[in-house]
């Protein structure tokens, strides 16, 4: 199956010279089409820094990018704006909702900004929100609705526009065990059917287990790489602790 | 009166238009994240320069409009209110809607909007996602000065601020050139910037010193508080110091020059009508350095009296009463420069641009007694070896004092020696006028040998034979109106008769003091509302840091009286330290402006306009505070 995403040799480097802090060291991976892939880390590993690259919300210091055969690091003003508006998907851990918009606004605007036709706008929304059930709560404003509500409503808006990459940064980071649970399995369904292909950051093992793959990093460069392979959930759950005690020091984020 | 208006209006249009610069960059500066979400769904910078545009572009036309229409009816409703306030003539006020005004009100809103505009672009431009997104989170850093730096800083200000202050003031007399206040005013502004910099490190000093102070309460909170925003906000303090610095020194000291110029009026205008006329006119004169020749007819009537021209001239006398006719002399013995005799030299040094050439006036103390008493002014005697002088003009007062002080300065006239009578001059006044103008009049006694050739001037003044106002004006208009029969025949004959009415002096000084009060008061509310709203619109935008900081006190134990109370003083002192140094820059800009007015207001007046000033500025200033306290209150309410 084809790359959706290409990672090559990239780095990432903050600060000035007296301390300079390398955020990312050298990394590289693929993702094919319909993976869903965690990315997994403690705090401060690089982990949101490397999607905050691919997401073109930051620039890398050196390395490529490809989507679909294309190098976002070269992308400039217009041909980025399409790339993000066409090819990515946005999931924020505080959501990143507007506020002043209600549910439904919320996630036509990811629409309206593609010109896409008023009445195609109307029936994907309902079409998503009736997959994400969400639908009872469209004509609310985000803060009448609850934590996993609202990140629903971010995913509805993050996948409408048929996205290539899905990127999640924490999506579960401010949620309820069963508004999480809830969000994932919402996850899995976008993933298997509607085939999008989905890359989570997370720190949290039992979130991660909903990927199918999952990249271990520690201090900027990959540590480790685990599969699900034909595993329950339960036995990828337990080799992602496996690891992650592997890595060390961080029993803390297990937990 | 128009054109002043119009300059003052573009002046105006600036200021306000800085205003709405500032204001909407704080107001985008708080949608960042909002703006970070639209790009990330794909929005590009154009694109959003475009909503921003859309925005600024709605309102802007919404609040024109409201703008407009309630200018319209607002206008009509001040020139009644103007009106009122000084009983005015109000013939001369355009203050009814002209298209003139809503054109040039549209431009400047075009024009103020276009800026606001670019400035928006320019600031979306140089956003980056990962700064929009992250905006929230970021703590605006914390620029930690050093201690010692701050108080250097702070002691060099006030240096250069005591500096400026003393130049305005005790050295006043060295700024004998408009342009040599330039450095005191740069000075000011520096010193301001500089103390405003240093002033919040430095209070921090102090205080940290002062532990019962610093440890009590949630003062420490404050203080950090304070110290935390005025180090972003050095030069915006600066600018609204300097702003209610200018409102309240123009508001006072224009108020104090229009209740000295009102209270002058009727001090100096005792008769109804004063005339003058040249005597002695030579065949041939230069003035404006022009020569005139003079026709005899001229040349005779100038040598009788202004009451048998007046006859000569088909006006009937029974139109006035209380007439009173004096002579002036003039003689090249007793010019400017003689005056002074011997201590010419010092005066020459210190007041350069005297005309010393000029001849004194010479008046007879029983002539000048005669129109004192019509004028129910001070009498004076004087011995046959004695002179006066009459002066009030404060500023000629001064000089000629130089010369009088001791009490043996002396006088030659016609060979005969006189001796000052009092060592200063005396108030005192022979024609009228708006106000105290009187430079210099040298009183004489009657025997004193001054020729028939030596009168340069007949002096009459008189009262209106009327009693309502209908008819002094009616008499007024056989003076000044082209219609009458006596200027018609005066210009004839080219005969010239100068003189003033009562009527006309207290019209156009009562002109003169509405436009200079309503200038003023223009100002000056318009400075102190763009200092209070920058400042309010600041306190409620940056509200939400400080809820996140209130919220954490709430959480360790704090009640709400408390918070209640740093929050009043946090922004008490925020509009109240600019108020403050701007009080004592006006302390000093006030002494300065009335020195400059040359005594056109004078300080007994100033009392009263102080307090008025106050007043406006409590009412103003106050309730914005106000406002921002209570709205600052509601946000920082837990929900």
Known sequence: MENVLEVKNIEKYYGNKSNLTKAIDNISFNVKKGEFVGIMGASGSGKSTLLNCISTIDRVTAGHIMVNGEDITKLKGNKLNKFRREELGFIFQDFNLLDTLTAYENIAIALTIQKVPAKEIDRRVQDIAEKLGIKDILKKYPYQVSGGQKQRIASARAIISNPQLVLADEPTGALDSKSARQLLENFELLNQKLNATILMVTHDAFTASYAKRILFIKDGKIFNEIVKGNDTRKQFFEEIIEVQTLLGGDLNDVI | ?639
Request: proline fraction near 1%.
């Open chain 2, 1 to 639: 009166m128009i054109t002043t208006l119009g300059f003052v209006s573009v002046f105006v249009a600036v200021v306000l238009g800085l205003l709405i610069v500032y204001a909407n960059n704080f107001l985008i500066n708080r949608r960042k994240k909002e703006f970070g979400i639209y790009m990330t769904l794909g929005m590009g910078r154009k694109q959003i320069s475009k909503i921003i545009l859309m925005e600024t572009i709605f309102v802007g036309v919404i609040s024109l409009a409201v703008g407009l229409i309630i200018g319209i009816f607002a206008s009509q409703f001040m020139s009644i209110l103007v009106a009122k306030m000084f009983e005015a003539d109000m013939s001369e006020f355009q203050f009814v809607f002209s298209k003139d005004a809503c054109v040039k009100t549209c431009i400047y809103f075009a024009v103020m909007y276009f800026a606001v505009i670019i400035f928006n672009t320019i600031a979306v431009s140089r956003y980056k996602l990962i700064n929009l997104l992250n905006a929230n989170k970021k703590n605006e850093q914390v620029k930690i000065k050093n201690p010692i730096v701050s108080i250097l800083i702070f002691i060099i200000g006030a240096s250069i601020l005591g500096y400026a202050y003393w130049k305005v003031t005790a050295d006043a007399q060295s700024l004998d050139r408009a342009e040599k206040i330039i450095p005191p005013i740069m000075m000011g502004i520096v010193s301001t910037v500089l103390i405003f910099w240093s002033l919040s490190g430095f209070i921090l000093q102090i205080i940290q010193k002062n532990k019962k102070i610093y440890l009590k309460d949630t003062n420490m909170f404050v203080l950090r508080q304070m110290n935390n925003k005025i180090n972003t906000n050095t030069v915006s303090m600066s600018v609204i110091c300097l702003m209610l610095f200018m409102t309240i020194s123009i508001l006072s000291t224009s108020l104090a020059l229009r209740n000295t110029m009102q209270k002058d009026l009727i001090d100096m205008t005792p008769v109804d009508v004063n005339l003058y006329k040249t005597a002695n006119l030579p065949e041939t004169y230069t003035q404006y350095g022009r020569t005139i020749t003079t026709t005899k007819e001229q040349r005779e009537d100038s040598k009788i009296s202004i009451q048998e021209t007046m006859i000569n001239n088909k006006f009937d006398m029974d139109n006035l009463k209380d007439v009173v006719e004096i002579p002036l002399y003039a003689t090249n013995e007793i010019t400017m420069e003689k005056f002074f005799g011997d201590k010419i030299d010092e005066v020459k040094a210190k007041f350069a641009m005297l005309s010393y050439n000029t001849a004194e006036q010479i008046v007879k103390i029983s002539d000048y007694n005669k129109i004192a008493r019509l004028y129910g002014i001070q009498q004076y005697e004087l011995e046959d070896d004695e002179f006066m002088v009459l002066c009030d003009f404060d500023n000629m007062e001064q000089i000629r004092n130089m010369a009088l002080s001791d009490g043996k300065h002396k006088l030659t006239i016609a060979g005969k020696e006189y001796k000052s009578k009092y060592n200063e001059c005396k108030e005192g006044f022979i024609v009228m006028s708006t106000n105290h103008t009187n430079t210099g009049i040298i009183l004489v006694p009657d025997n004193c040998e001054l020729k028939e050739n030596e009168k340069e001037r007949y002096l009459l003044a008189a009262n209106f034979n009327a009693n309502t106002d209908e008819e002094k004006e009616k008499i007024r208009e056989m003076f000044e109106s082209g219609d009458s029969c006596f200027v018609q025949s005066l210009n004839e004959k080219g005969i010239q008769l100068d003189g003033m009415t009562k009527i006309s002096i207290i019209q156009s000084s009562t002109g003169l003091a509405t436009i200079i009060t309503f200038i003023a008061i223009y100002l000056g509310i318009i400075f102190l509302i763009a200092s209070s709203a920058i400042l309010a619109l600041k306190q409620l935008t940056e509200s939400s840091d400080n809820k996140q900081r209130y919220t954490i006190l709430r959480k360790i134990g704090c009640d709400e009286k408390i918070i209640n109370r740093s929050l009043f003083r946090q922004i008490g002192i925020f509009f109240g330290l600019p108020m403050v140094l701007a009080i004592i820059h006006s302390i000093f800009g006030i002494q300065f402006a009335l020195e400059t007015m040359a005594g056109l207001a004078s300080k007994e007046d100033l009392l009263p306009s102080i307090v008025a000033t106050v007043i406006i500025i409590g009412i103003i200033y106050g309730s914005y505070f106000l406002a921002t306290y209570f709205g600052s209150k509601n946000i920082i309410k837990e929900k």
